[in-house]
């Protein structure tokens, strides 16, 4: 059984690096009419990413974008169930005021929200606000990572915090009221790499993954829970995958094969420029599967296409030969496809018991 969340239209043209795919621009009513659909369909998490820089590329991938920690204090307050998860970049904001700002999020949501920490390794984002520490930082980021979620976590679960490390310095620090979350919000981390994965065992309560094939999928979560279980601790692991529907398997492979023929080549020599900056210090190797740009898909995730029979086979896959706990899912269009999913995926995944009710994290 999986837990499901939904990845939230945060920035402009979803995960599909094609001319042929929708076109959005980001904006709230849409963030609002994707959260309360997820949450209606009995979705334990809506997740936003943090986004300063796009790809730019023909179209300007990723160019557009809003802030994730806002956007979910405004869907806090029009949502009751569903858990959000704000993602946020420590080299942008200190950790005390991190701690203050989720602590209000949460009293917004009642005990409904938690962090996804991004190690940032995507130069070009951060040098541009004069925030780039150098790149020895791509082997120093789960060590900077680490003091900052320390002391977020302090705060949070004690309310007052005095740590002097490499990065931060915080002297008797104090944070009330305490968060509404008990002992504090959740944590999520998505380092795939053996360090990103020690961090996420240490620090966080659920970690994300993406492997481009059943049997790479296997091993990324086999190893998070191996790392977790060495610790004594157990967290949750989840995949994300972009959902390619149709009526049948023939339109669903010819859909995909539409975005693959006016895939944006530009964005994805961008893209493959900052993968080989991150992986070519040999700290990061595992972080990002090259095959996303290698391979020439316009799916710039793991997929799973299909009619809806398929899809929920492939969900099946998941459960019986993965130890993911959960998936993450996002679609081409976010009405038109998230609304089929929910109409003809979703009752035959809680029919067959492979989908959790809705719940927290």
Known sequence: MLDFGIFLPITNNGWVISHASPQFSPSFAMNKHVS???EDLGFRFAFSMVKWRGF?????????????????AGLASVTSRIELIGSLQPLTLHPVVAARMALTIDNISNGRFGVNLVGGSNRDEYAQMGLWPGDSYYNERYD???????????????????????????????????????PRPTIISAGMSERGIQFAVRHADASFVAGFDLAATKDLAARVHAAAASTGRDIKCYGTYTIIGAPTDQEANERLRRFDDAVDRDTLAKIGRHVREDVGTGATMKEVDRRVVTRGSSIFSPSLVGSPETIVEQFRCLVEETELDGVMLTFPDWYEDFESFGNDVVPRLQREGLMADGGSL
């Open 56 to 72: 730019g590329g023909e179209f300007g991938y990723w160019d557009e974008a809003l802030e994730s920690l806002t956007l979910m």
């Open 144 to 182: 900077h990572l680490s003091e900052w979620a320390e002391i977020v976590t302090d705060l949070w679960e004690s309310g007052s915090s005095s740590r002097q490390g490499r990065y931060y310095h915080v002297d008797d620090c104090r944070l009330r009221p305490r968060p509404v979350r008990k």
């Open 36 to 38: 309360l659909h997820a």
